[in-house]
């Protein structure tokens, strides 16, 4: 048996090998191209990590993939794989965004004259924890029917998460194109939420982030919520009986605990933690709900969660890794002749390659 | 009524249940071997751009099928040798090829043509030969390619080890099958029918390849397989069906209306196979139990 402090450098040394290997097959493949390698990597590097600004804006993308590595990472303590992180935030976005229209007093110009659209008219302070705690029950209950299929009938909840997300995405973008779209608009997507629903940006706060980062006050509230889920897991009763569950169901059930009910917790919470991407995108970033928004990051939560094994920091470092990919990728594809910015999609993928072909050897 | 249900939505359903056909037919080896197979997704990915590429670049279908069904094998060996080799959780796996697979076709299309958004139209007459009602040589190969599968997998001793490795690895193990080369074979298998089903796509159906051309088809496949139980002849139904419910989304815009007078929506079709998956494996409409050793690695005492 390996001490825990070995076992956590071994991890680490695993994963950053797994890492390196990865950009090392990238390179070939950009050499194999035409374009030099090392040019690409610093071009790539230097605009996501460079200044203030880039920095934040690498945080602005890592916001997400906190929550969806959390996600993942959670419902993995328990055994479970959700795989339905996409669906659930797509669910969780649209319904924030409809609080966030019927209860902000939201007037929509039709054929030149104002129509109201909402039902209530409520002030900020009880607005927008009603359209947090929107995006937390929506994406909740969109998990949670994947936990109850799975405890109740024993039916994979990979393949049911899989199924959700197609059906909670085409739910979604029903309601928003015959319902909530301002007619005449080309774009998939509601009508704008209420001024009063917005979220602050963190450069009203910190003067040292610049004026035109989107960077916005969920990323503290992504913090946060690693914090929570530490402390959750590791330090209360229920995150106790939610881990040995995952690690041995029968032993569990031999102890006392109700394998059953913990899958059911640990899909609704995974599920809210999913939705809460929304709170960023609805409330902090777009200010309404725009279909096809997300851009895969319910699945590189998966990846976040992998690489980040399933620890809140690890996913909070991961998270950011994989930021760095996604922000400077744009760069790599203005500043290239021959590449593209799916150089980013490339090299997660084969990331996440290798880190699951090292966990055998991790384990030893 | 009678303007929807004519012969041209049976033979749009039969055109549309093609890649259907031939991605489930691959996810039923790679399944049934015990290795559960979400990357189908990728495979036609993979199969669909380098048919387009190979066939734009020779000006023969024929090549571009062939090339693509390699392109299938090779993403086999790689999932394989992930899952296989290196015991990679096959969940993860399958999805970081799916990734991969929307990513890599574009930045190979960036850096040969140019352009990302998608290759180079091919000129109609290099595409793959139709006969009446524009049904391709590929859905006639789909369709024969069921009894022959139901033939290798339950009246030769391949499909009979194939099936035993699935539920019982180490019993096959004793009776001295080889688990692991039969796996690997399985799973190439699988890439090579996904691809089929891929190139289809794009050198049947359409003329060029299109960032995700595959538009979740292959996890409709994978829904398919549930649906008929992981069984070779079910799964020509179950894709049937499927690529009628496709084809029907299409035919009935604009045709029949809610009573509202609004469209149906077509959202509302398009859940039907996932719904109905939901539901299957829930065991309301009989039960639905995959092989007994999907997804566990068989490491050999």
């Given at each position: 048996m390996l001490k825990l402090g070995e076992k956590v450098l071994r991890e680490i040394y695993l994963i950053l090998i797994a890492v390196l290997a990865s950009f090392l097959v990238g390179g070939i493949v950009v050499f194999l191209v035409g374009e030099d390698p090392f040019n690409v990597y610093w071009i790539l590097l230097s605009n996501a990590l460079g200044s203030t600004k880039d920095i934040c804006y690498t945080l602005f993308y890592a916001t997400p993939l906190i929550f969806t590595g959390l996600s993942v990472a959670l419902a993995f303590r328990c055994?479970?794989?959700?795989?339905?992180a996409e669906g659930q935030l797509y669910v969780a976005a649209f319904a924030t965004a409809w609080v966030g229209i019927t209860f902000g007093g939201v007037f929509v110009e039709v054929a030149g004259r104002k129509e109201n659209w909402s039902w209530l008219d409520l002030p900020s302070f009880l607005l927008i924890p009603l359209c947090i705690l929107t995006a937390m029950v929506a994406g909740g209950f969109w998990g949670a029917i994947a936990g109850f299929l799975r405890a109740r009938f024993g039916a994979s909840e990979v393949i049911n998460t899989i199924m959700l997300n197609f059906i909670g995405i085409a739910l979604a973008g029903y309601v928003t194109q015959y319902h909530y779209r301002i007619p005449g608009d080309p774009i998939l997507q509601t009508a704008p939420i209420s001024q009063k629903a917005h979220i602050p940006q963190l450069n009203e706060y910190f003067s040292f982030i610049p004026k035109d980062v989107p960077l916005n006050f969920s990323f503290l509230i992504a913090i946060l919520m690693c914090a929570l889920v530490y402390i959750f897991l590791w330090r209360t009763k229920w995150g106790y009986e939610l881990r040995c569950v995952g690690e041995n169901p029968s032993a569990a059930e031999y102890g006392g605990i109700s394998p059953k009910k913990q899958i059911v917790i640990a899909m609704t919470i995974s599920g809210a933690l999913a939705g809460m991407v929304a709170i960023g995108e609805v409330l902090g970033d777009r200010h309404r709900y725009f279909h096809d928004f997300s851009g895969e990051v319910g699945f590189l939560g998966i990846a976040v969660a992998l690489l980040g094994r399933n620890h809140p920091l690890g996913v909070l470092l991961a998270s950011i890794f994989f930021a760095i990919l996604i922000r400077g990728e744009i760069f790599v594809d203005a500043f290239t002749r021959y590449i593209s910015k799916d150089i980013g999609l490339v090299l997660q993928a084969i990331v996440i390659l290798f880190v699951a072909c090292m966990e055998k050897y991790s384990k030893r | 009524m009678q303007e929807v249900f004519t012969f041209a939505l049976l033979f749009s359903s039969i055109r549309l249940a093609t890649p259907l056909i031939f991605a489930a037919l691959g996810g039923l080896f790679s399944e049934r071997s015990g290795v559960i197979n979400i990357a189908l997704e990728g495979m036609m990915l993979a199969g669909a751009f380098t048919a387009a590429v190979v066939t734009f670049e020779y000006q023969s279908a024929f090549l571009g099928f062939l090339s693509a069904l390699m392109a299938g094998a090779f993403v086999g060996v790689v999932y394989a040798l992930c899952v296989i080799r290196f015991e990679a959780n096959q969940v993860v796996t399958g999805f970081a090829i799916n990734l991969l697979m929307l990513g890599l076709p574009q930045f190979l299309s960036g850096a040969i043509y140019?352009?990302?958004?998608?290759?180079p139209q091919i000129p109609k007459e290099h595409l793959l030969p139709q006969f009446f009602n524009n049904v391709s040589i590929a859905s006639i190969l789909a369709f024969a390619l069921i009894p022959i599968c139901w033939y290798v997998f339950y009246k030769t001793p391949f499909g009979l080890r194939l099936r035993a490795v699935g539920e019982n690895p180490e019993a096959a193990d004793a009776a001295g099958v080889d688990v692991t080369r039969l796996r690997y074979t399985a799973v190439i298998i699988s890439g090579i029918l996904a691809a089929a089903g891929g190139a289809y796509l794009s050198i049947g159906q359409s003329s060029l390849f299109t960032r995700g051309m595959t538009a979740g088809r292959g996890f409709i496949a994978l829904a398919a397989l549930i649906l008929a139980k992981w069984r070779p002849v079910p799964v020509l139904f179950a894709c049937l069906f499927f690529g009628f419910t496709e084809a029907l989304s299409f035919q009935i815009q604009g045709i029949i209306k809610l009573p509202s007078g609004e469209d149906i929506p077509v959202q509302f079709i398009q859940i039907i196979p996932y719904v109905l998956t939901i539901i299957v494996l829930a065991g309301f409409i009989g039960l639905s139990r995959p092989p007994k050793a999907l997804g566990i690695p068989y490491r050999k005492e």
């Open positions: 055994g479970l794989f959700n795989i339905g | 140019d352009s990302t958004g998608s290759t």
